[in-house]
């Protein structure tokens, strides 16, 4: 007996799956339900990086053409600030139009045989008790998921940043981004072109800010649909330079915080989900589209031959793409994390130290010299006329001590810890109320973001240096990173990664050095 499959939403990932298992399986009646129509569209672009679109484009060309025929495509990243222009070359990317992509995603689907529905919400998983298989591809608010239950384990961290999205007919050469500082505080801008008339358009701010620009007036909670005219007004006047006076394009346009969300377990029963409905990374590494048709690869390739054994399915479903997610999500949460404090850097550096701050946050410099040598030599030669000295042997001062070199080490002798190095030695206590301007105060950064509020507490209001051991690679630099530009304290972050990962902390203003660990040292 041919095998029924139904498909519940038809964004990207869904169109997808739905195409595919029809190619694969012929005789399958493949049904894609979709609440809305099918030409609704909200939100504005896609984008793919060159690198992640062969496993998509050997499945089916209907992205590549579309693509090649309708998207744009850049090598270059710019960041704008301060009157400047940065740019980071050997980044590969395209974009097409949301609209246009759903457009030949249908046509594709209608021409394989997938009979979609559109018009059609599923409110009620009995409706297709008659189908073998379910696949939840409704999104981020998946009802799939919520009707599912508990036992998925599904979770949701809400970022604190507040982001819009608005579309405008000013055309951006490639990935750019904006940073305006206004009399509220601080916006930035997440621009791509995405047709040959229009680009998209996504603005982040922190949450005092929009408060005090007044722009928590608009009720989010009312159905899609009604966009917030009075912030595209604000934000059309403050970005007006930028984008040449052209105007914003509302399209379901309201604020909202990202979350990232994780579900433990894919499947229950004969239900599936892939895409949003289980795992969400923030927009600033451009990969929801792109892991939802990857889900959609992966799924088909089992169903169809596992057909009798579904739970096999989805167990290898699980298994190849569960750690694949969880490393996008890991390299997701830095990007995400730099949005949550991007006033905190553009107060604090200059446009150069700024952009190179920005693209290590998850890649050393050798990397970013493998794809732009000049970015990487712009930064040294910003850094040299600034200090005299190349990074890591530029004199640092902590208390008394004056270290002719950036790379230090962190010793311990008979329980006493120390920060040493060339030209010096720091002693170093673990409570806050025996650092002093002459006394350094070892920190221990925590596993995970839950813990950095505690330990920012146990910050003292004075030491020679805060050295930071101990968590991860994340949390020892967003440690350092309060005690250095949010309390004017000299920081040292304790990394045995090598001189590359402590040439990138130190020139990026991560730290203001980096010690290895010589020897026991404890924070009580």
């Given at each position: 007996?041919?095998?029924?499959?139904?498909?519940i939403?038809?964004g990207p990932?869904?169109?997808?799956f739905?195409?595919?298992?029809?190619?694969?399986v012929p005789?399958?009646?493949?049904?894609?339900f979709?609440?809305?129509q099918?030409?609704d569209?909200?939100?504005?672009?896609?984008?793919?990086?060159?690198?992640?679109?062969?496993?998509i484009n050997?499945a089916?060309?209907?992205v590549l053409?579309g693509?090649?025929?309708?998207?744009?495509?850049?090598?270059d990243i710019?960041v704008?600030?301060k009157?400047e222009?940065k740019?980071?070359g050997g980044?590969?990317?395209?974009?097409?139009?949301?609209?246009t992509?759903?457009k030949l995603?249908?046509?594709?689907?209608?021409?394989?045989?997938?009979?979609m529905?559109?018009?059609?919400?599923?409110?009620?998983?009995?409706q297709?008790?008659?189908?073998?298989?379910i696949?939840?591809a409704?999104g981020?608010n998946s009802?799939?998921r919520?009707?599912?239950?508990?036992s998925l384990?599904?979770?949701?961290?809400t970022?604190?940043?507040k982001?819009?999205?608005f579309?405008t007919?000013y055309k951006?050469?490639?990935?750019t981004?904006v940073h305006r500082?206004s009399e509220f505080?601080n916006f930035?801008v997440h621009?791509?072109p995405?047709?040959?008339?229009?680009s998209?358009f996504?603005?982040e701010?922190?949450?005092?800010?929009w408060?005090k620009?007044?722009?928590?007036?608009?009720?989010a909670?009312?159905?899609?649909?009604?966009?917030?005219?009075?912030t595209?007004r604000?934000?059309?006047?403050?970005?007006?330079e930028?984008i040449?006076?052209?105007?914003?394009v509302a399209?379901?346009?309201r604020w909202a915080n990202?979350?990232t969300?994780s579900t433990?377990?894919?499947?229950?029963g004969?239900v599936?989900?892939?895409?949003?409905?289980?795992?969400t990374a923030?927009?600033s590494?451009?990969?929801g589209?792109?892991?939802?048709?990857?889900?959609?690869?992966t799924?088909?390739?089992e169903v169809?031959a596992?057909q009798?054994?579904?739970?096999?399915?989805?167990?290898?479903?699980e298994a190849?793409r569960q750690?694949?997610?969880?490393?996008i999500q890991?390299?997701?949460?830095?990007?995400?994390s730099?949005?949550?404090?991007?006033a905190r850097?553009?107060n604090?550096?200059d446009?150069?130290?700024?952009?190179?701050h920005?693209?290590?946050?998850?890649?050393?410099?050798?990397?970013?010299r493998?794809r732009d040598p000049?970015l990487?030599k712009?930064?040294?030669?910003?850094w040299?006329?600034r200090?005299?000295?190349?990074p890591?042997?530029?004199p640092?001062?902590a208390g008394?001590?004056r270290f002719?070199?950036?790379?230090l080490?962190?010793?311990?002798e008979?329980?006493?810890?120390?920060?040493?190095?060339?030209?010096?030695?720091?002693?170093?206590v673990t409570?806050?109320a025996?650092?002093d301007a002459?006394?350094?105060f070892?920190?221990?950064?925590p596993?995970?973001?839950e813990?950095?509020a505690?330990c920012f507490?146990?910050?003292?209001?004075?030491?020679a240096a805060i050295?930071?051991?101990?968590?991860?690679?994340?949390?020892?630099?967003?440690a350092?990173?309060?005690?250095?530009l949010?309390r004017?304290?000299a920081?040292?972050i304790v990394?045995?990664?090598?001189p590359?990962?402590a040439?990138t902390l130190v020139?990026s203003g991560?730290?203001?050095?980096?010690a290895?660990?010589a020897?026991?040292?404890?924070?009580?």
């Amino acid at each position: 007996m041919a095998l029924r499959v139904a498909c519940i939403g038809g964004g990207p990932g869904g169109l997808f799956f739905s195409t595919l298992f029809k190619q694969t399986v012929p005789d399958a009646e493949v049904v894609l339900f979709e609440r809305n129509q099918a030409t609704d569209a909200f939100g504005f672009g896609v984008v793919f990086s060159d690198a992640t679109l062969r496993q998509i484009n050997d499945a089916d060309r209907v992205v590549l053409n579309g693509l090649r025929d309708h998207g744009t495509h850049w090598d270059d990243i710019e960041v704008w600030l301060k009157g400047e222009r940065k740019s980071f070359g050997g980044n590969g990317m395209a974009a097409i139009y949301r609209k246009t992509l759903l457009k030949l995603m249908q046509e594709r689907a209608a021409e394989v045989g997938v009979d979609m529905r559109f018009g059609q919400y599923v409110p009620d998983l009995s409706q297709l008790d008659g189908f073998d298989l379910i696949v939840g591809a409704d999104g981020a608010n998946s009802s799939t998921r919520e009707q599912l239950g508990e036992s998925l384990g599904h979770t949701a961290e809400t970022a604190t940043a507040k982001f819009i999205w608005f579309g405008t007919t000013y055309k951006f050469s490639g990935l750019t981004f904006v940073h305006r500082q206004s009399e509220f505080g601080n916006f930035a801008v997440h621009g791509y072109p995405i047709s040959d008339d229009l680009s998209t358009f996504i603005v982040e701010t922190d949450e005092e800010t929009w408060r005090k620009a007044g722009l928590d007036e608009f009720d989010a909670t009312q159905p899609p649909g009604p966009s917030d005219l009075k912030t595209q007004r604000f934000l059309e006047k403050l970005f007006a330079e930028d984008i040449a006076g052209e105007p914003l394009v509302a399209n379901n346009s309201r604020w909202a915080n990202f979350r990232t969300r994780s579900t433990r377990s894919w499947h229950k029963g004969n239900v599936v989900l892939l895409g949003d409905a289980m795992h969400t990374a923030h927009f600033s590494v451009g990969s929801g589209t792109k892991m939802a048709m990857e889900d959609a690869i992966t799924l088909v390739r089992e169903v169809a031959a596992h057909q009798g054994d579904l739970e096999a399915a989805f167990t290898n479903y699980e298994a190849e793409r569960q750690p694949l997610v969880a490393k996008i999500q890991n390299a997701a949460r830095g990007g995400l994390s730099w949005w949550e404090h991007f006033a905190r850097y553009y107060n604090s550096f200059d446009p150069t130290q700024f952009t190179f701050h920005f693209f290590s946050r998850s890649i050393d410099i050798d990397k970013i010299r493998q794809r732009d040598p000049m970015l990487a030599k712009s930064a040294e030669q910003d850094w040299l006329a600034r200090h005299g000295n190349e990074p890591l042997e530029t004199p640092f001062t902590a208390g008394a001590a004056r270290f002719s070199g950036r790379l230090l080490s962190l010793t311990s002798e008979a329980g006493q810890p120390a920060l040493t190095g060339p030209g010096g030695r720091v002693p170093l206590v673990t409570d806050p109320a025996d650092a002093d301007a002459e006394t350094g105060f070892l920190l221990t950064a925590p596993d995970t973001e839950e813990g950095l509020a505690a330990c920012f507490g146990r910050l003292p209001a004075q030491a020679a240096a805060i050295v930071i051991q101990g968590g991860n690679p994340f949390t020892r630099s967003l440690a350092s990173e309060e005690a250095r530009l949010g309390r004017g304290l000299a920081s040292v972050i304790v990394d045995d990664r090598g001189p590359v990962s402590a040439l990138t902390l130190v020139l990026s203003g991560r730290a203001d050095a980096v010690a290895t660990a010589a020897g026991e040292a404890t924070d009580a």
